[in-house]
Structure formats: C-alpha cells, structure tokens
C-alpha cells in the first residue's frame, strides 16, 4: 500500500515567481506550492502525494470537494505543484470534531497516517479489475474446500465459467517507487551506472512457468504450471481480457516452455482498448521489462535481457540511454529527463522513465512526465 497521507519535513521555501501570495517548497523530493505564511522551513505538515483521495468526512477537507477530494498534478502560475501540504494542526480540528479517535498519532517525520486518516488511492485501473473479479461466482464452503485441488478448479471453471486468485507467491508484483520519494538514491549510489527505458501506460502483464518440485507431474497433468497475471491477480484459466489475449496471439505459453526452467516475464501490454489506447496502435502488443529466473530469484540484467528477447521471440520497452547517477544531482534533474515524447508514437507524450542501474536491477526507479499528467489529468 502505498502511503499516500505522511508527516513530512518542509525544506526550501522560496516565492513563486509569478504570485505574491504563493511559495515553492519542497517535502521530500516533491516540489509542492504552498499559500505564503501557512509554513516556515523546517515545519512539519501533512503531505498528501498525488493520487491520493483525502476523506471527505471532515470539513478541514472540503475545500477539495470541486476537486472530487483527489489530489492530483496541477500547473500554478506556471509552475508545476504535486501534493498537497496541510498543517498539523488540522489534526486537532478532527479531533475535536470526533473525526479521528484511534488514539495517539507520533509527530515524527515519515510516520503514515495514511490508513488512520481514511485516505484512498485513486486507482481506475484497479477498480476495474476490481469489478472484474467481483463478478465471481458467490462463495460456497464446499467449493472453497475442494479449490485446493488443482483438478476441481480446472472442472469447476468449465462449468462455472471465469475467475481469478491471488497473484502468485513466487514472483513479486510489478512496482516502481517514485524518485521523489528517494531524493537519497543519488548519494547512495553515486558512480553508480545505469540505463533508462520508457514507462509505458499500459497495463502489466505477468506470464510463468513454475514447476514446483515433487509436484511437477500433477502440475503438469491437471496444466497449472503456466501463469497468466494482471496486475495483482491470476488470470487461473483463458478468458476475453487483453492478458489472455495477449498470451495467444504472442504464443507464450509455448516460448516460455521452451525455456526448459521455472521463468517469469513481466511487462506492459499497449493498445487497444487500454488507457484509451493514447498510442494509437492497432491491436495490443507486450514490451517485457523483466525478466526472472524463478528458481535462483534472479532478474536478467540489460544485456540478458536482449538476449532473452532475441532468443524466444519477445520485445522489451524502448530504451533511451544510459547514465551515470552522481550526488550532485537533483530530483529536479530526473523530472527534466522524464519529459519528452514516446518512443511508440512521437506524437504522444510520454508517461515518464523507469531507471535501473546495468549491474542490479532491483535498483530500480521513476521518473513521471509531469506535462503528461497535467495533459491526461492524472
Ligand atoms: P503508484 O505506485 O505510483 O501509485 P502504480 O503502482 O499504479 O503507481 P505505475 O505508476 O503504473 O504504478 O508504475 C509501475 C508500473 O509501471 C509497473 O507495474 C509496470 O507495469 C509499469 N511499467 C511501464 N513501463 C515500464 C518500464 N519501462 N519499466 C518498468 N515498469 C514499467
Ligand atoms: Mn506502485
């Protein structure tokens, strides 16, 4: 879960240059505007990241009511202004108006109070994979029971038709942490040398083959070792949706088996019917970012990657350049290489970069366009 609500430091304030009665702060690595005199340096207020949907319970909050209580990228006067910066002191006010009684809350920097102020993610992505599963059959005690068995799920989608589960245990979720949220990864990996790819606005897309060991033959018998993934659930057997799909018209299932060992391959499905389809393509294509050796928990580097791709037939996200991070640079400095147009479409802005270092590619991070939030409203 991602804290979107957390107590936070304000550092750096200067005048916006273009309104007398707005300042430029920033709270870790964000760059956020603030009303002249609501803070001093080294204040701590309550930042909400973007994407965040604040409570709409409490009147501190009503001011984001014409903004459906969602915070989001904004261009003030010119300049660009993600999250919002509330003093502390509205946490008495919800006390006082009984809008907070779980107790103490620690004023320390980073503390999350993300869950205990009630605030939400806004995610349509995931609400729509939400409904998705939520048109599942309804629960039955014998059918849970007997779900155990690979056999009775297999007999019991035939007659029941779709359904999903939990995304498996042996693979992570695809995720990027924020720079702005690691302003400190460039005095921890100083020198460091890394490559940039775009990030594509898509949807993510997981397949596998995952023998487990003195289980194989069953596996394989009742055909459960292939893994077909969404964002955060398995797709258990073939359905309409873009991640079957996908998984036909690539041949997956057969070059992935052809591996002759336990792999996974993550990437961004693009096109139609996805995001809109911002680039303008004609059908849905994958581009893999990662590339996992399951049994050894070992993601291939670049150079491996490539070879992967060139060997079973697969097509990874366009790579930018490479670059070496330094301590002198900035936050600022990775939002500036962020911006520009997509690889895929040149017409199309794109969303951002995701940058990993060449020699470890768990050393991984984004950078969003912000012109492409701004231009999208997201
Ligand atoms: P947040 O965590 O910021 O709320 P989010 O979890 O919804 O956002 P995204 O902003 O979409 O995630 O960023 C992470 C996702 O980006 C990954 O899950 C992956 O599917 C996708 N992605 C697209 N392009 C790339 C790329 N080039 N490299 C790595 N991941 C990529
Ligand atoms: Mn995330």
């Not at 409490?58 to 001011?63: D, L, N, R, Y």
């Not at 895929?344 to 017409?347: A, E, F, H, R, S």
């Given at each position: 879960m991602r804290h979107l609500a957390t107590i936070q430091k304000i550092t750096n304030i200067r005048k916006h240059p273009n309104a007398d009665t707005l300042d430029i702060c920033n709270v870790k690595g964000w760059e956020v505007i603030t009303k002249t005199g609501d803070f001093k340096e080294g204040d701590l207020c309550i930042f909400f990241e973007i994407d965040a949907i604040v409570p709409?319970?409490?009147?501190?909050?009503?001011?984001m009511e014409k903004r459906k209580f969602r915070v989001k990228t904004q261009k003030l006067r010119g300049i660009v202004s993600q999250g919002l910066a509330m003093p502390i002191s509205i946490l008495d006010i919800m006390r006082a108006d009984n809008h907070l009684n779980k107790g103490k809350i620690k004023?320390?920097?980073?503390?999350?109070?993300t869950e205990i102020l009630g605030v939400k993610k806004h995610d349509p992505e995931a609400e729509k994979m939400r409904s998705y599963s939520r048109k599942n059959p309804k629960k039955n005690i014998f059918v849970q029971y007997m779900k155990q068995y690979a056999w009775f799920r297999k007999l019991h989608f035939k007659i029941v038709g779709k359904h999903t589960k939990n995304f498996p245990w042996f693979i992570k979720k695809t995720d990027e942490e924020r720079i702005q949220n690691m302003p400190f990864v460039f005095q921890q990996f100083d020198g460091e040398e890394c490559y940039y790819t775009e990030k594509l606005d898509g949807t993510s897309f997981t397949g596998a083959i995952f023998l487990e060991k003195g289980f194989g033959f069953f596996r394989k018998f009742f055909g459960t070792d292939f893994y077909v993934c969404s964002r955060n659930l398995t797709l258990y057997s073939k359905n309409d949706t873009v991640y079957w799909k996908i998984v036909e018209q690539e041949n997956i299932e057969k070059k992935l088996r052809s591996v002759g060992k336990n792999i996974a391959i993550q990437g961004e499905i693009i096109g139609e019917t996805i995001q809109k389809n911002k680039y303008k393509l004609k059908g849905i294509a994958l581009k893999l970012f990662n590339v996992i050796d399951i049994d050894k928990n070992y993601y291939y580097n670049m150079k491996e990657k490539i070879e992967f791709c060139d060997t079973f037939g697969f097509s990874l996200v366009p790579h930018i350049d490479t670059l070496v991070l330094k301590n002198t640079m900035k936050v600022s400095d990775m939002i500036e290489l962020s911006k520009g147009y997509s690889e895929?479409?040149?017409?199309i802005l794109r969303e951002g970069i995701v940058i990993r270092s060449l020699n470890n590619e768990r050393v991984s991070f984004k950078a969003i366009n912000p012109d492409f939030l701004i231009k999208y409203d997201e």
């Open positions: 709409e319970y409490s009147p501190v909050f009503s001011f004023l320390t920097e980073g503390e999350d109070l895929v479409n040149p017409k």
